[in-house]
């Protein structure tokens, strides 16, 4: 579904829309990323999920300004649950995924909800000059950037998307978080971020891609279920402006 903007938004005229591709909700995909597409129906039952959402949320809505947002997208979105937990701040958000299966999840939250949203099954990470995305004041992403190879067409377009003074928030693990995935379906060997994101890297990609007021913010303390018992984790929270 096509990004709508609310009543009202007008689309800006001086900008260029960012491209990438984009497939349609209803065929799976292969390869490394489709263990997603195995785990959604059951990817909220687990506690530590929905504690590192509602954590993350609070994080959110202490480090941005929700004051003039009409639109938002969330980049990676799963299930939605993130974007429901903002829900009140946020009156149109586009989840975007490369998961056929967790993008039905979403859409189902969204009806049960009653919002005026919409989904979208695509990728920051490559171009397409088809099938351009309308601009929206907010982008966020949470634990999605350490399995996007390309990082810096994945700014280059969430940049070109945002309208002007527009936000970004990125939420993911910092380098040396080998462990997170360890045992994990996730556990690709082709991955060159699995194992977190570095900070330096990550802020002179930013800046490359026309990103500025680049803020690190303190790190999120979280806890992981796994297979042998509790695993302590942090995730940095990084936020910028175009």
């Known amino acids: 579904m096509y990004l709508s903007l609310p009543p009202g938004v007008p689309q800006p005229a001086d900008r260029v829309c960012a491209v990438w591709p984009r497939g349609t909700v209803g065929a799976r995909q292969d390869g490394p990323m489709s263990i997603f597409d195995d785990m ?7 506690p530590d999920r929905v504690e590192r959402t509602r954590t993350v949320a609070q994080r959110l809505r202490a480090a941005l300004d929700f004051t003039d947002i009409e639109s938002a997208l969330e980049y990676g979105c799963g299930t939605g649950q993130l974007s429901f937990a903002l829900a009140d701040v946020l009156p149109h958000c586009l ?7 967790m993008l039905k999840v979403a859409e189902r939250g969204i009806a049960e909800r009653a919002l005026p949203w919409d ?3 695509r990728s920051f990470a490559a171009h397409s000059p088809d099938h351009p995305v309308a601009i929206t004041d907010l982008i966020f992403s949470l634990q999605v950037l350490h399995h996007v190879d390309d990082l810096d067409t994945a700014f280059t377009n969430m940049a070109t ?6 936000q970004l928030a990125i939420i993911d693990l910092p380098v040396g978080s080998a462990g997170f995935h360890r045992g994990s379906k996730h556990n690709h060997a082709d991955n060159p971020h699995l194992d977190g994101l570095d900070p330096h890297d990550l802020e002179q990609r930013l800046a490359a ?7 690190w913010h303190d790190d999120i303390a979280l806890v992981r279920d796994g297979d042998d018992g509790p695993v302590p984790y942090t995730l940095f929270l990084v936020t910028a402006r175009v």
Do not use: H, P
Not at 40 to 46: G, I
Not at 95 to 101: K, Q
Not at 209 to 215: K, L, S, V
């Open 209 to 215: 891609a026309g990103f500025r007021d680049i803020t």
């Open 95 to 101: 989840l975007m995924d490369s998961s056929v299966e």
């Open 161 to 166: 998307a945002l309208r002007a003074k527009g």
């Open 40 to 46: 959604a129906d059951t990817w909220d039952d687990k």
């Open 119 to 121: 989904t979208e099954r």
